[in-house]
């Protein structure tokens, strides 16, 4: 039988933690009703499951059940959140800023409003991957009308200073929407004191299923209008018509429910764990630590190695390792990671990237073996150039 590699590609997805499947599995066959059939024990099961996750994800981020609106993931939801706005919007203003280093989610619905004629303004980042807030204040037009800037970076891991943001957006009375799909669960979130008017969020990179997610959309303080993407039903108030999947629903429930329990004691075990790889491989030279070294997720490391080529370092780390260059859902692109060059990198480091996404079942023992096999990889390889 074959050894499978050690997982260490947590930013890209993670396995469904085995509480949040015994959870999900009688929504698939005993309780298996609509949530909008009311009529029926059936729909009054689904639609009592549906309301418990809803207060489950509304009392993570200090919202309300009925500003929580359930879509098919992050991407359905920022691009509800952005085209929504804009759409919403479009006789206030047709200006939207964003940051370089967003999510394709995000970069690329504000590239489709611009081939509408919306004017985008992408913000540069620092070379440790924060927004610069001066740069942020100066941005602003009397026609803007959204702030997209996302809470944790997908490939870097850095957190950006959300508190901050909301309080220069809310000054300027315009609507600030963040990502935070690699946020939920990892990091404190809070809509009223971040003073956020629209959160996207995911179920799959915190040990749920795949196929579920939602945006928070703020309904007093402003009231956030949202024209919908999605047609037929009226679901969701209207915002995202469709029939909830409830099992996926019920798992994005328990999954924050059990991340939200486990959070503190988890960051600092994953901390330990980067530190401990980190540690291993820096005694290399020309190491480069990708990100600012505090504000980060507790399980992210992500390196740019010189004088090795990046498509060779990621074959040689396979037999060991699952990891990867960049974000999984733009690894088929050959083009170097967008977030990398951002940060001021040549295309030689980018390429040469490697991002570690540590997670809840990573050990101790297999962070030493993947650090000892990096290691070696890292050393063959420059061998090998140097002999060309």
Request: aromatic letters at 6%; glycine letters at 8%; one cysteine or more.
């Amino acid at each position: 039988m074959s050894i499978r590699p050690i997982y260490l590609d947590c930013h890209a997805t993670t396995p469904v933690d085995e509480r949040v499947l015994a959870a999900m599995l009688p929504y698939f066959t005993e309780k298996f009703g609509n949530s909008s059939s009311i009529n029926h024990v059936y729909g009054w099961e689904a639609e009592a499951a549906v309301k418990q996750t809803r207060e489950i994800l509304a009392a993570a981020i200090n919202a309300t059940p009925e500003e929580i609106v359930f879509t098919s993931g992050a991407t359905e939801a920022n691009n509800l959140a952005i085209k929504g706005v804009a759409e919403a919007y479009f006789q206030k203003g047709q200006h939207i800023i964003t940051v370089a280093t967003e999510h394709s989610a995000v970069i690329d619905p504000c590239n489709y409003l611009k081939s509408l004629g919306f004017e985008i303004t992408i913000l540069p980042v620092q070379k440790n991957g924060l927004i610069d807030l001066t740069e942020l204040a100066k941005s602003f037009r009397p026609e803007t009308i959204l702030v997209s800037v996302m809470a944790a970076n997908n490939e870097i891991g850095v957190l950006q200073p959300l508190a901050e943001i909301g309080e220069i957006c809310s000054d300027r009375q315009v609507l600030f929407h963040t990502d935070a799909a690699q946020a939920i669960g990892k990091i404190p979130l809070d809509v009223q004191a971040m003073k956020i008017d629209l959160m996207s969020l995911t179920a799959h990179k915190v040990y749920g299923p795949k196929g579920i997610g939602a945006l928070y959309v703020r309904r007093r303080n402003p009231r956030v209008k949202l024209a919908p993407q999605q047609h037929g039903g009226g679901h969701e108030r209207g915002m995202r018509s469709g029939t909830l999947y409830t099992p996926q629903i019920v798992g994005f429930g328990k999954a924050v429910e059990i991340a939200l329990a486990e959070q503190a004691a988890e960051n600092q075990r994953l901390t330990e764990l980067r530190q401990r790889l980190w540690k291993a491989l820096s005694q290399l030279e020309g190491i480069h630590f990708n990100g600012h070294p505090q504000n980060r997720l507790a399980g992210n490391l992500n390196i740019s190695v010189e004088g090795v080529d990046g498509a060779a370092l990621l074959l040689g780390l396979q037999p060991v390792m699952a990891v990867s260059s960049g974000s999984a859902c733009s690894s088929a692109t050959t083009a170097p990671s967008h977030v990398l060059t951002a940060l001021g990198h040549s295309e030689q480091l980018a390429y040469a990237s490697v991002r570690f996404g540590i997670g809840r079942f990573n050990t101790q023992e297999e962070i030493d073996i993947v650090a000892k096999h990096a290691i070696a990889t890292i050393q063959s390889l420059r061998k090998q150039a140097t002999l060309v």
